[in-house]
């Protein structure tokens, strides 16, 4: 009892969990929210529009985000996420080489869609972007390096291809402003030239054909 005999009154334990999970929750709205923003509109579009397509207030998409670089780095860190994520599920399918394909197919529609949001990032504050940048490509290179290998011991993909290799024509194709059906053809392409069976083909090619004397 309290010193005047008044039975204080029960103290009250504020819902910690509750909170924690509703700031999770408003947390995935505004990123989902973003995403589809910055896709109708760019990358300078209001970040108001966020808000209100989340269904939030203002102060709490800035308590979330203070400023609109944390909203770019938090879109392109989720995206990168869930590539990497496509190619660890691509490693159980029954085809090795399909599953490449289907992740640089991905891959290519990935860079394509957000170059924007990567050029946004252009101010560098002390190596953060370099930092950012750095560990995006590490994880997209360690994904295409388990599928390559996997798909090099299978047999289906030529042995002598390396990731880094790879990677960079894959960039290039992202990066020819191709719309996707042509894209789809200069990837199909480059399968073509990675297939052992069309190694296998031309190397026979070139055994039967006579060389032409001087």
């Not at 102060?59 to 770019?72: D, G, K, M, Q, S």
């Not at 750095?134 to 990731?163: E, F, K, N, P, Y």
Request: with cysteine; proline share 5%; hydrophobic share 45%.
């Amino acid at each position: 009892m309290s010193p005047s005999g008044a039975t204080p009154p029960p103290r009250t334990e504020r819902p910690r969990r509750p909170r924690r999970a509703d700031a999770r929750r408003n947390y995935e709205l505004l990123l989902a929210a973003a995403k589809d923003v910055f896709a109708e509109g760019g990358v300078d579009a209001p970040l108001d529009d966020i808000a209100r397509r989340a269904g939030v207030g203002n102060a709490t998409l800035y308590r979330h985000f203070p400023t609109r670089r944390e909203v770019i780095i938090a879109v392109y860190a989720d995206e990168v996420t869930a590539l990497c994520a496509q190619g660890a599920a691509l490693l159980d399918e029954r085809s090795p080489g399909d599953a490449l394909c289907g992740w640089l197919q991905a891959f290519i529609a990935h860079v394509a869609a957000k170059r924007e949001l990567a050029l946004a990032l252009t101010n560098d504050r002390e190596g953060q972007r370099s930092a950012l940048f750095d560990r995006w490509h590490a994880a997209m290179r360690a994904t295409a390096s388990a599928l390559l290998t996997r798909a090099q011991r299978s047999g289906a993909i030529r042995a002598d291809l390396d990731v880094s290799d790879l990677l960079a024509l894959a960039n290039g194709i992202a990066l020819t402003g191709a719309d996707a059906g042509r894209a789809e053809r200069l990837l199909l392409l480059l399968r073509r030239g990675m297939d052992t069976d069309r190694i296998a083909v031309n190397e026979g090619l070139s055994r039967d054909t006579p060389q032409t004397r001087k």
